[in-house]
């Protein structure tokens, strides 16, 4: 599906073929048809990718929706905030490393507090303090300009992502996979990160269908500046579902169907 976006908004750009196209709306109906048909399969096949049963655990199916949400803002994000330095403010590519780097660095140090605060708040809370991360690509959004501003644009609202970043993220997993039985975690945890892969990749083709190619400095800002908006709504969503999340319950049962373990497989040869 994330192909097939990605690929009809390249289309939309670069071949001016228009969202109202046959074309592009075949390749987004493609992209969903192969989505269903994916989860139908899954949902029969005695060792699937993603195991349908675990969205029955309801802090499970929370966390990886929050996941998946906040992936896309993220990858968003980082994508947007390389190209703006790189091709708005032409710095060179060691300059824009240097730029990100802020953001990342307090992504530790804000993982270990998630870490001191869950045991006293529970995910929710924490998961819900991640829309720093929105504030922060808010902040761009409206103080960012087209001569470089790194200290009052740039810097903080990169500092605040990282805050965000590290309270979500480990928040999000540890959530995720803290909700199923031993047995499953390797699998939920598989499963999580997959949907955290797939959001970082929807979120760079929204931002790529959201700004578009402008071709003055004025249409830049203003694409940028909208993106900037909808990547901070995204994020939003994403710590106001992760509000949703409550403190770990007794883990669900996942079908038998779908669990081959090695004492099945022991059962059935002494059989």
Do not use: C
């Not at 908006?229 to 579902?241: C, D, F, K, N, R």
């Amino acid at each position: 599906m994330s192909a097939g976006a990605v690929e009809a908004e390249e289309r939309v750009l670069d071949d001016g073929w228009g969202w109202s196209s046959g074309r592009v709306v075949g390749l987004l109906a493609a992209s969903a048809i192969l989505v269903a048909v994916f989860l139908a399969r899954s949902s029969r096949h005695p060792s699937p990718v993603i195991e349908i049963g675990l969205l029955g655990s309801r802090s499970f199916a929370v966390a990886s929706l929050a996941t998946f949400l906040f992936g896309a803002a993220l990858g968003g994000m980082l994508l947007s905030s390389v190209l703006w330095v790189q091709n708005i403010w032409h710095w060179s590519a060691l300059q824009s490393g240097l730029a990100i780097l802020p953001g990342p660095a307090l992504v530790p140090i804000w993982s270990a507090v998630a870490g001191r605060l869950i045991p006293r708040f529970g995910p929710g809370p924490v998961v819900a303090g991640s829309t720093a991360f929105a504030v922060g690509v808010a902040w761009w959004a409206a103080a960012i300009g087209l001569r470089p501003n790194y200290v009052t644009g740039m810097l903080a609202g990169m500092s605040l992502t990282g805050v965000g970043v590290g309270l979500a993220m480990p928040t999000l997993l540890g959530a995720a996979a803290s909700s199923l039985p031993p047995q499953r975690f390797a699998a939920g945890s598989g499963v999580v990160n997959m949907v955290r892969q797939i959001g970082l990749t929807v979120g760079v083709a929204v931002l790529v269908a959201v700004t578009g190619t402008p071709h003055t400095a004025a249409g830049q800002l203003t694409a940028f500046q909208r993106a900037w908006v909808v990547l901070a709504a995204i994020a939003l969503a994403a710590g106001l579902t992760g509000y949703l999340l409550r403190r770990p319950q007794a883990a669900v049962k996942v079908p038998a169907e779908h669990i081959t373990t090695a004492s099945t497989i022991g059962a059935d040869t002494d059989t």
